[in-house]
């Protein structure tokens, strides 16, 4: 009996097995017309399996599978989490439909409604979606390309995501432009004036991507922002959709990069999103790559930004695929924990930052209230020495003295925009007191600051920067102030707060 009991079960089990191989769908059109693809594959061995799950935004791997009669479980991993974090999951095989639901049930949400997807074919590789497939012609091999001589100094401007998000529309932007004139932020460097994600409408009958009514003629706002001393600049991604859902450039690279010449435009930041859902991982060079050439063979200069919030080691890559910068990190948010963690965790990657291509830890928050003025002097000095792109993220129209003096500090900006374009780095650490530095054309800028909840006595001698005359020039780049010459310097620095110093060789 006994025998014949665990001969069923593999017999069982191995039926099972052979039911779950192959590609699953969920398809399903919402009531807006968006449509939700989301795939499954199933690759099984024996009684365990791995795969694929994708939608139209993201690609996970599926590992550590097991069937157990009707019964799965496994685990998700999204492609790019590279500190594997895990999300599991349980389902049931009925015959051809397949119910699957989350293994931990969010915390206070309702209960998950399961999944049901269907079987589609005996494919073990995941393949697009259909509307992609008949399209979808093989990448150029990555080849690096030389510069395009852009961007020599960090680029320095305004973007409407972080304060407007989607509220942001053609006035806007042109009230923006006179801003940025009126407070003297394009006199001080800011010059690029960029449009981010909700400006894009569908294409039209010839595929030419359309804005969408809050921007009835990109040409002529880009006119006036041209004749305001300014640059305008746009935003589109790789995949079907940019993150906020809109129409993006896949195949229709080229033809996105002439329309953009044609209005004007001077800057591109181009957001992976949903790319995965239409690239593979090996795919990202290339795809980033595919853009660079189309915007250069218009002939217009335009800065090139990526952002696929640093996967894959891109500041490895980036400039070989063309860009000009690249996002770092995941999106900043307008407080200390944020933007603190992101900056603070940019050190070690001076070495890929250069005239022409920069490490991008992400917009500026200052001017947004979510941080106290010490707090936005603390960005604002650390993005400088980082030679990190400044692009204000506030609404330049109704700016709070204390953000425009803070933006506006031009000894401040002249440590971010030196012509050496080298990065800054972490001199040393005691506790949450961080010294860095950065290497300039003639000396060197010092910040101390200073991440704990008090105040907080610091000290440094010029010798640890590698400056040795005996009396050299020392400035308080916040103070306006010069410095009594001495080998070294000690300061109160506030909780949360910077001394930012500049020492002339
Ligand atoms: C992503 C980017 C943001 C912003 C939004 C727009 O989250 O990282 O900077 O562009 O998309 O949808």
């Known amino acids: 009996m006994r025998t014949i009991g665990i001969a069923l079960l593999t017999v069982s089990t191995l039926a099972v097995a052979a039911n779950l191989n192959g590609t699953w769908r969920f398809e399903q059109t919402s009531n807006n017309g968006r449509k939700r693809i989301t795939t499954y594959v199933f690759r099984v061995n024996g009684n365990t399996f791995t795969g694929d799950f994708a939608n139209l935004s993201e690609h996970r791997d599926i590992l550590n599978g097991v069937i157990d009669g009707n019964t799965i479980t496994f685990d998700t991993k999204f492609e790019f989490d590279d500190q594997g974090r895990l999300t599991p999951f349980t389902g049931e095989i009925t015959g051809e439909e397949l119910s699957i639901l989350p293994a931990r049930a969010p915390q206070g949400k309702r209960p998950p409604q399961p999944t049901v997807v269907k079987r589609i074919s005996n494919e073990t590789a995941y393949v697009p979606p259909p509307e992609a497939a008949p399209h979808h012609k093989p990448l150029p091999p990555f080849k690096p ?51 981010d994600d909700t400006w894009e409408a569908e294409r039209d009958a010839n595929g030419v991507l359309q804005p969408n009514s809050k921007f009835p003629d990109m040409k002529a706002l880009a006119d006036y922002v041209h004749s305001k001393g300014l640059k305008l600049g746009i935003y589109s991604g790789p995949g079907y959709k940019t993150c906020a859902g809109y129409d993006a450039s896949y195949l229709h690279e080229e033809q996105d990069a002439k329309t953009w010449a044609a209005w004007g435009i001077d800057y591109l930041k181009y957001d992976w999103c949903s790319a995965s859902a239409v690239y593979h991982r090996d795919d990202m060079m290339p795809v980033y790559q595919k853009m660079a050439l189309a915007l250069r063979a218009t002939g217009r200069p335009i800065i090139f930004s990526l952002c696929q919030y640093g996967w894959l ?28 963690r992101i900056g603070f965790a940019q050190n070690g990657r001076e070495k890929y930052a250069g005239p022409g291509h920069w490490n991008d830890p992400d917009m500026l928050e200052i001017g947004n209230g979510g941080m106290t003025d010490s707090e936005y002097r603390v960005h604002m000095a650390l993005w400088s020495i980082l030679a990190a792109p400044l692009l204000a993220g506030n609404d330049v129209r109704v700016m709070t003295p204390a953000a425009r003096e803070i933006m506006n500090n031009r000894e401040v900006i002249a440590i971010d925009q030196d012509k050496l374009g080298k990065q800054g780095f972490r001199l040393r650490q005691d506790g949450d007191l961080e010294i860095w530095q950065k290497p300039l054309s003639d000396g060197v800028a010092v910040g101390l600051f200073n991440r704990s909840g008090a105040p907080a006595q610091m000290k440094i001698a010029w010798s640890e920067v590698g400056i040795t005359a005996k009396n050299p020039k020392v400035r308080d780049l916040w103070e306006h102030k010069d410095i009594a010459a001495a080998a070294d310097f000690t300061a109160e620095v506030p909780s949360h707060g910077v001394v930012m110093l500049k020492v002339t060789r």
């Open 145 to 195: 390309i030389p510069p395009n001589g852009l961007a020599l100094t960090p680029p320095m401007g305004w973007n409407s995501w972080n304060k407007f998000s989607s509220r942001i529309d053609d006035k806007t932007v042109r009230e923006i432009a006179d801003a940025m004139v009126t407070t003297g932020m394009r006199d001080a460097g800011y010059l690029y004036v960029n449009i």
């Open 313 to 340: 080691n891109v500041r490895e890559w980036g400039s070989a695929a063309g860009g000009n910068l690249w996002r770092t990190t995941g999106d900043i948010s307008d407080n200390w924990d944020s933007m603190s």
